[in-house]
């Protein structure tokens, strides 16, 4: 009876032990939680690694932003990717499609900075301001670009473009 009752006693005393060491806190469930969402966000075509939230993901196009602060999200994605990339400055990237798809993984490291489906890019247009036109990449230098909104009137190099370097 003895022996009985303390492998009882040692069982409930192991599961209480166990339990304190593999505890879900808060954290664990906002990791796993931001973790699927990157991964909806992602839609990762195979082969194509998907870096996770950075300024663009969190920021671009979003309600409560504005167009300068969704091309300052735009530039610290590409100089993250520029900073990541061997030789960026070498790659042949003329214009917004070309460096839309670059960042979304087609590249030769397969990594993707921002997703592959976003309400702001459109296939064979690129990546779109808050007023539906094409964001304008000006290559000042090989590392070097300018982000340009063509502003309200939709016209590039008029009064109310915006632009980022």
Request: proline content about 5%; glycine content about 8%; aromatic content about 8%.
């Amino acid at each position: 009876m003895r022996t009985i009752i303390a492998v009882i006693l040692l069982s409930i005393l192991g599961f209480i032990i166990l339990s304190s060491l593999v505890k879900t806190t808060p954290k664990d469930v906002e990791i796993v939680q931001r973790t699927e969402k990157i991964a909806e966000l992602a839609e990762e075509s195979e082969g194509v690694r998907f870096l996770g939230e950075n300024p663009f993901t969190l920021e671009y196009g979003k309600l409560n932003g504005d167009i300068k602060r969704d091309l300052e999200a735009l530039r610290d994605v590409v100089i993250n990717c520029q900073s990541l990339m061997k030789n960026f400055d070498t790659f042949h990237l003329p214009g917004n499609p070309e460096i839309v798809k670059f960042l979304q993984g087609e590249n030769p490291e397969n990594l993707a900075w921002i997703p592959a489906q976003h309400p702001l890019i459109k296939p064979n247009i690129g990546l779109l301001d808050r007023n539906g036109n094409p964001v304008f990449f000006h290559r000042l230098s090989g590392l070097q670009i300018e982000y340009r909104s063509a502003g309200a009137d939709g016209k590039h190099w008029t009064d109310d473009d915006i632009a980022v370097r």
